[in-house]
Every structure is written in structure tokens, then in C-alpha cells.
């Protein structure tokens, strides 16, 4: 055995996929928060889904990419089953956008346009010509990994045994269909199992009627990575990489079904076999998409039987809006970072107010909702926090990396905000135990305080989850009220104290009670100056 020849493939196959993932880096970069605009565009029609996982797969270069990106949003509850059937048939459409770029013979020129992209990478200044060069970089990358790939599978048209294998399928075509699946299934790509196909057919290496069955596996094969994506998740997560699995079954059982059709309508349409290949591989998925778009409701029916019920939510200590999966997608993720910091943020707010409502009116219910609450608070704080960092570690664009940056601050200030209400919680817990009482004065002055406080934690809240900046510059203007009423607050309970009018112990409550909402007001500030920050 040549084993140059097997390093080569490997080489040339390593290049190729990195080209593409070089490639689809550069157009989400390039595309931004586009990418969030046209999903959030998305409606329950089927048309518009297809179409949107069509763009999204020619923006990824990866069918698979999109297909475990559309688990995540199911998971994250950001798709429904019906949308995202549509993005997944979409999706196939898409990623025949790469083998019709291989069909056109690049080769020759690649490694000029490989040198254009590394000029540019190299020497460009501005971020988003770096964007555009990586596109380029990727592109050149590709086709000189594709050229080492056929010049590596040449020797294979003359190995007796390869031709014996080609014969084979060419006469069993239902083992082609499994060959394409096991290569895709290991490769975790369909188009660089279609990559080498195409290699193999650049040196009639392969024959049109050995190569469409082993086409037509590779889109069985796909599904594998998004079944293996879609465990641990919900169960509609599951049924969406069921639907991906599904579809492409029926599709390639239509094809082998009316596979002397196929074989005589493809050689009409023209070009060598190359190019006989990337319209088969286009004809496939758009006629599988034609056929089955009008039957997404019964698809949906069909996975909603095969996975029945419903997820039990037994544990709530979990993530409602972020999922590994959307990490593929940093656009998306940012703004359901952004989702998930909210969701903490209302958690502490509900627990102030009934930390507050509990020591105002002693309510043991409420104060042990406070404890069990805080204790989800400090989970979403790890929880976002570990998330971020892994989202800081992808292709963020400048815009996104600095919103990130000031997240971790706003997490950290509203996981605070929590802590602050849990000390309320105590010092109600304190008060009872020790039969302590406030003067009608104090407690006035607290409900006046922590009116200003709570107003300042909801419009913080506000001016994050809508980036309302009118609302941030009112949280500053409050923090300036909450500033003079906690100094005037602390003068009058002063001068309760010499006119003894309150009790010393329960003096060192109240200015406890008034230093924890200051704190309050202070976080709340700090959030409003980030919001500002980003305007």
C-alpha cells in the first residue's frame, strides 16, 4: 500500500475542511448581527423557513453546522417544530452551494486567490476587511485542498481491488447508499465526502451510476452529527434532529426508487461527470424539499409519536435560552446571552420584593422562597458566566466581543442585587427572633427608599433587555435620589436615637436595611452605565 498516497488524501482533506470552516467564519463575521435579523424574521411559513436555511448554510458551508445549530434553538426554545422542519429542508438546499463552487475547477488559480486572502489577512487593518480575507483565505484554502486530493487518488483508478469495489456498487447500488452513509458518519461532513467523490470523479476514478448512490448516502450519513447533538436535550430538540434524519431517508428512497430516471436526466443536463455530480447532489435536495415542504405537518405528527410527551421539569435549576449549539452561531448566542442575564435579573428582583414584603410583614413562606430562590440565582450566575467565556472564544465580531466584556459585569452586579435581597431575608428572620420593632418614622422612610430602589433595578433590567438608553440615564438620575434620601434617612434616625424614640437594637437593623438598598441602587447604576457604554 502507498501510504504517500493515504497522506496526501488526509492532508488534502484536512485543508479542504478547514477552508470551509475558514470560509463560513468569515461570512458569519462579515454577516454579523444580520445573521440574528433574518432568524428573528422567521415565521411559521414554510417557504420563508426554507429559504432562511438555505442562506444560513450557504453563509455556515455546513448543512450539518446549521442542522445541529437549528437543535440548539429548539432546545433554547427560540424555534418551534414547524419552523424548524422548514430550516433543516432548507438547509440541504444550501449546502450544495460547495459542490457546485468544487465543479467549477478552481484549482489552477487557487493559489493566487490563497494569496490574495493571505495579503489581505495579513495586511488589512480594519476588522471587517479581515472578515473579508479569511472569506477569500477559506475559498483559496478549499480548492488547493481539493487539488491535493485528486492528485493523491489518482494511483486508485489503477488498484484492481478499487475497481472491483466500484463495480460492485455500480451493480448493488443499495451499498453505495451505505458507503456514502459510513463515510459522512465519519468524516461528520457531507460536503467533503462529496469533496472526494468529486476528487475520485476528476480522474474517472468512479462511474455517474456508482457515484449517485453513495451521493445519495452521504445525506443519510449528515443526520448522524445532529442525533448525536440532540442528546441530553428536550425532547422537541430530539424530534428536530428526527425530522432531519427523516427527511433525508425518504429523499434518497425516492432517488433509488426512480434511480434509472435519475441516471437519464442527469448526463442531459450537461458537463462532465464533475459537474453531473454537484447537479445531482442539487436536483436531490431541491426535489426532496418540492416534494416533502407540503407534508412538514404530518412530519411533525409522525416525531411527535415516535418521541411522545412532554419534558418533566423536575430541576429548575437549568438554562431556559442558552445552548452549547448556539455557540456555532455567536450573532444568536450574544443576544440570548442577553435572554438568560434577564431571566437572572428578574429572579433577584422577585426576590428583593419579597425579602422587602417579608420583613415589612413577617412571612415565613416568603422568606424560605428568598433562600431557595437565591440559590438559582447563584446557578445562573456560574452557569452564564462559564457560557460567556466559551462565547468569548469564538468568532465574535468587535461590537460583540466588548457586549460580552461588559456582561460579565452586569452578571456579577445582578447576582449581587440577589445577594442583597437574601440579606434583607435575614435581618427580617433577625427581627422576628429577637422581637425587634421599628418607629412608624423608620419604617416610612425604608418604603420610600426601597421605592426607589426597586424603580431603579426595574429600569435597569429595562435598559438592558431592550438597550433603552432613556431608561439608563433615569436610572442614574434615581441613583442620585437614593444617594440623598439614604444620607437624610440616617441623619433622622440619628436624631430618633438621642430623642430615644427607637431602640438602639433596632437601630442597627434599620442602617443595615438602608446600606443593603443603597447597594441595590448602586448595581443598578452600574448596569445603566454599561447600557450607556454600548450607545
Do not use: W
Amino acid at each position: 500500500m502507498d501510504y504517500t498516497m493515504i497522506f496526501k488524501l488526509f492532508g488534502g482533506l484536512g485543508l479542504f475542511i478547514y477552508g470551509m470552516q475558514l470560509m463560513g467564519d468569515g461570512l458569519q463575521k462579515a454577516a454579523g448581527d444580520r445573521l440574528k435579523k433574518i432568524l428573528e424574521a422567521l415565521t411559521s411559513n414554510r417557504i420563508l423557513a426554507v429559504l432562511v436555511g438555505a442562506g444560513v448554510t450557504a453563509i455556515m458551508q455546513s448543512s450539518s453546522a446549521t442542522t445541529v445549530m437549528t437543535v440548539g434553538f429548539v432546545n433554547a426554545g427560540l424555534m418551534n417544530l414547524f419552523q424548524a422542519a422548514g430550516v433543516i429542508m432548507g438547509a440541504n438546499i444550501g449546502t450544495t452551494m460547495t459542490a457546485q463552487l468544487i465543479a467549477f475547477k478552481l484549482s489552477d488559480v487557487a493559489p493566487l486567490i490563497l494569496g490574495i486572502g493571505a495579503v489581505i489577512v495579513l495586511f488589512s487593518k480594519k476588522k471587517r476587511t479581515k472578515d473579508l480575507g479569511d472569506i477569500v483565505l477559506g475559498f483559496g484554502i478549499l480548492f488547493v485542498g481539493m487539488s491535493m486530493m485528486e492528485n493523491a487518488m489518482k494511483p486508485l483508478g489503477e488498484l484492481d481491488a478499487f475497481r472491483n469495489l466500484i463495480l460492485t456498487i455500480g451493480q448493488h447500488p443499495l451499498l453505495g447508499v451505505l458507503v456514502g452513509l459510513a463515510m459522512t458518519a465519519t468524516v461528520q461532513s457531507s460536503s467533503a465526502t462529496i469533496g472526494i467523490l468529486m476528487a475520485l470523479a476528476s480522474n474517472n476514478s468512479i462511474s455517474l451510476n456508482a457515484a449517485l448512490p453513495i451521493l445519495f448516502g452521504d445525506n443519510i450519513g449528515t443526520c448522524v452529527t445532529a442525533l448525536l447533538a440532540s442528546i441530553g436535550t428536550h425532547k422537541n430538540a430530539k424530534r428536530a434532529a428526527l425530522i432531519h434524519l427523516i427527511f433525508n431517508c425518504v429523499g434518497t428512497l425516492l432517488f433509488m426508487c426512480a434511480f434509472g430516471i435519475v441516471m437519464k436526466v442527469i448526463p442531459m443536463l450537461g458537463g462532465d461527470i464533475q459537474r453531473q455530480i454537484a447537479n445531482a447532489h442539487t436536483m436531490f435536495n431541491i426535489t426532496n424539499v418540492v416534494v416533502q415542504v407540503p407534508f412538514i405537518p404530518l412530519l411533525v405528527k409522525f416525531v411527535n409519536k415516535l418521541v411522545p410527551g412532554e419534558d418533566e421539569d423536575l430541576n429548575v435549576l437549568k438554562l431556559e435560552y442558552l445552548d452549547a449549539r448556539l455557540l456555532e452561531t455567536p450573532s444568536i448566542a450574544c443576544g440570548q446571552v442577553v435572554k438568560e442575564i434577564t431571566r437572572l435579573a428578574r429572579t433577584s428582583q422577585k426576590n428583593l420584593d419579597d425579602a422587602m414584603s417579608a420583613f415589612l410583614n413577617y412571612d415565613e413562606k416568603l422568606i424560605d422562597s428568598v433562600f431557595e430562590k437565591e440559590k438559582l440565582v447563584n446557578f445562573l450566575q456560574r452557569e452564564i458566566t462559564d457560557y460567556m467565556v466559551s462565547l468569548s472564544n469564538t468568532s465574535l465580531s468587535e461590537q460583540q466581543s466588548q457586549l460580552i466584556t461588559s456582561l460579565f459585569h452586569v452578571v456579577s452586579d445582578f447576582e449581587r442585587i440577589g445577594d442583597h435581597a437574601t440579606n434583607l431575608a435575614e435581618l427580617a428572620q433577625y427581627k422576628k427572633e429577637n422581637n425587634l420593632s421599628l418607629s412608624s418614622d423608620a419604617v416610612s422612610g425604608l418604603k420610600s427608599l426601597y421605592s426607589l430602589a426597586k424603580e431603579s433595578v426595574e429600569l435597569a433590567i429595562l435598559s438592558l433587555s431592550n438597550l433603552d438608553f432613556e431608561a439608563a440615564n433615569n436610572v442614574l438620575q434615581i441613583e442620585e435620589k437614593i444617594d440623598a434620601l439614604e444620607e437624610q434617612l440616617r441623619r433622622e434616625h440619628i436624631n430618633r436615637l438621642n430623642n430615644r424614640t427607637c431602640t438602639p437594637e433596632g437601630g442597627s437593623i434599620f442602617i443595615d436595611l438602608l446600606s443593603n438598598l443603597e447597594r441595590v441602587g448602586d448595581h443598578s447604576d452600574n448596569i445603566a452605565l454599561m447600557v450607556l457604554d454600548i450607545k
